[in-house]
């Protein structure tokens, strides 16, 4: 189980407060703190490590120049990071357009003790599964990713998504059935763990 | 049409499982969606399991460090404000230093040293005296390596931040300025080279040792434009990767004064070092000077100064340039007459006068790349003054 936790929403705060009267090492800390969330993000949408390892980068380096033009987020520092991540992707590929499966992408390694069979098919489950959102619409796929993958709140989500958070509602429960849909085309075995 | 019901208990089970609970016990609270429920939250998680993993990410961000962290060491003004704001804020701030000189703690502050209640406040006073007149830049990077020394000198453990030109480089140390610092913490990147013009950030300790938290290229080495080369090369196996966008290249960092005519002859292709044989004194070379006669007036021969400082075409020194003799060359009043120099004349003061005192003063303005000599004057200056500025 992939568990991700972004630091809590009272040090954020901090860090924020922080990094608005120039502490260097706060700006570090979010780098430190924040990245991982960012990189999935992207690495989900992109599915491409070395782009999503630019991409992430410019978000990064975004954050810090608009602290030193003192232009760094006042509220929800994740919200900010989130929206120029989707920014960066959007420029990056364009909205719309589907993401061309490049290059094949390496089996994950796979644990000991555990049959081999069983392992294969775990990973192809998550390479499918990748592959699959990658065919739904960039709103969808946002949400899902959002919601489920960093696990942030309906509101979060909104803002970051620039909607309403019925909106995102709705969204939410279409996105999932798109996927099932998608899905259910190929054979699939879900391992529940 | 999407159901209402169906549309909440989904959004309330997302918020559930955030917060750890299981796909079942969504399910117990919504048992008349259940079938379709517990097959959207299937999809779900399997979008957040097959997600890249932590290590990933990890190693993503670790190849990301150097990039972020150069981006980083620029200087950052907290909430630097729009140009308008900041003539407010110049305002304010000598209004502040005048205040502070009023007091008397501006004097009491030029003598304080990184670490001092005081320090803020002299850092405060150059700031302001610096929008006044740019051309102290110099003099106050050489404050810094005063700084630095006495720091070192009275082992005593501060943060310490200085510019200049590294003089000799170790496997893991670099000779700057008349100091040694310690490079080993700093992460895997472009070798430093001799002749470079960096910015360090240290930290002394009571032992009198320098650390080296970051250190930051000025300029372009010599020989190669170190900040192209980038992108920790060693962490990346792509050859993909291209830091085309490298953002804003710091290289030319507006707050550390490019105006230095800081050329030093190749350092380069020989992989020359300069080290000075012990005894050997710094000195910054001026305009007029010329390398033959610093050689003959310091007591050393001209192909033994130009070897230790790696001089090759001994005709090329530069006003501004640190180079090493044997000892302080004898004082220009005993000097030969020099050919070809335009420059001499009018405009400035005689070097005797401008020697002293770091640029305290504002003679210092048509000279900018006069630098104090570290100890030595005491021993050359016939006449002067070494006007009423203590360190």
Redesign the interface.
């Known amino acids: 189980m992939i568990v991700l936790i972004l630091p809590d929403l009272s040090a954020e705060d901090d860090l924020l407060a922080r990094a608005h009267r120039g502490d260097h090492e706060a700006l570090r800390e979010i780098y430190t703190d924040y990245y991982t969330p960012i990189y999935q993000f992207i690495r989900m949408r992109t599915n491409d490590r070395h782009t999503a390892e630019d991409i992430a980068a410019e978000v990064f380096l975004k954050l810090v120049r608009a602290f030193r033009q003192g232009k760094g987020p006042r509220d929800s520092l994740r919200g900010w990071l989130f929206r120029v991540a989707r920014h960066e992707i959007y420029d990056h590929y364009g909205r719309g357009k589907r993401f061309t499966e490049t290059v094949l992408e390496e089996w994950l390694p796979m644990p000991d003790d555990d049959a081999p069979e069983a392992q294969f098919i775990r990973t192809m489950n998550i390479e499918t599964a990748r592959r699959a959102v990658l065919q739904l619409t960039d709103d969808q796929q946002e949400v899902l990713i959002l919601r489920f993958g960093q696990m942030l709140s309906l509101q979060e989500t909104a803002d970051i998504m620039g909607k309403q958070v019925n909106t995102i509602k709705q969204l939410q429960l279409r996105a999932l059935r798109a996927l099932e849909r998608v899905l259910s085309q190929t054979a699939l075995e879900v391992n529940e763990r | 049409m999407?159901e209402p019901g169906?549309?909440?208990a989904?959004?309330d089970s997302?918020?559930r499982?955030?917060r750890g609970a299981s796909v079942s016990d969504c399910l117990r609270r919504y048992p008349q969606h259940a079938a379709e429920l517990e097959?959207?939250l299937?999809?779900?998680?399997?979008?957040?399991?097959?997600?890249?993993?932590?290590e990933?990410?990890?190693q993503?961000?670790e190849?990301?460090?150097l990039?972020?962290?150069r981006?980083?060491m620029?200087p950052?003004?907290?909430?630097?404000?729009?140009p308008l704001q900041r003539l407010a804020q110049l305002a304010a701030t000598l209004v502040l230093v005048l205040m502070i000189f009023a007091s008397g703690a501006g004097l009491l502050a030029e003598n304080s040293l990184p670490g001092d209640t005081l320090y803020g406040v002299k850092l405060i006073t150059e700031q302001a005296r610096l929008s006044l007149n740019p051309g102290l830049q110099t003099a106050f990077e050489q404050r810094r390596i005063d700084e630095a020394h006495q720091i070192v000198g009275l082992r005593r453990e501060a943060e310490l931040t200085f510019s200049g030109v590294i003089d000799s480089v170790q496997a893991s140390q670099i000779d700057i300025a008349g100091l040694t610092v310690d490079t080993s913490p700093l992460p895997e990147r472009e070798p430093l080279v001799p002749g470079q013009r960096v910015e360090v950030r240290a930290v002394s300790d009571a032992r009198g040792r320098l650390t080296a938290r970051a250190i930051r290229l000025l300029e372009p080495s010599p020989q190669t434009d170190v900040m192209s080369a980038t992108e920790a090369p060693a962490a990346t196996p792509?050859p993909?990767?291209q830091p085309t966008?490298e953002?804003?290249r710091p290289a030319q960092s507006p707050t550390v004064s490019d105006r230095t005519v800081d050329i030093t002859p190749s350092t380069e292709a020989s992989g020359c070092t300069v080290s000075p044989p012990d005894g050997w004194v710094a000195y910054t070379v001026q305009a007029g000077d010329n390398l033959s006669t610093l050689a003959a007036s310091s007591g050393g021969s001209l192909d033994e100064v130009a070897a230790v400082n790696c001089v090759r075409d001994t005709r090329i020194i530069v006003a501004g340039q640190r180079i090493y003799l044997p000892a302080q060359p004898v004082r220009p009043t005993d000097r030969p007459t020099i050919t070809e120099e335009p420059l001499r004349p009018t405009a400035t003061e005689p070097p005797t006068q401008g020697r002293d005192a770091g640029g305290q003063r504002d003679r210092d303005e048509g000279r900018p790349q006069q630098r104090r000599e570290p100890t030595e004057e005491s021993q050359r200056d016939g006449e002067s003054s070494d006007g009423g500025r203590g360190r």
């Open positions: 999407i169906l549309v909440e989904l959004n997302i918020n499982l955030a097959r959207l299937e999809m779900g998680q399997l979008v957040r399991r097959s997600q890249s993993s932590i990933e990410a990890q993503a961000r190849r990301g460090q990039q972020f962290d981006a980083l620029e950052m003004p907290g909430a630097s404000p729009v792509h993909t990767r966008r953002p804003e």
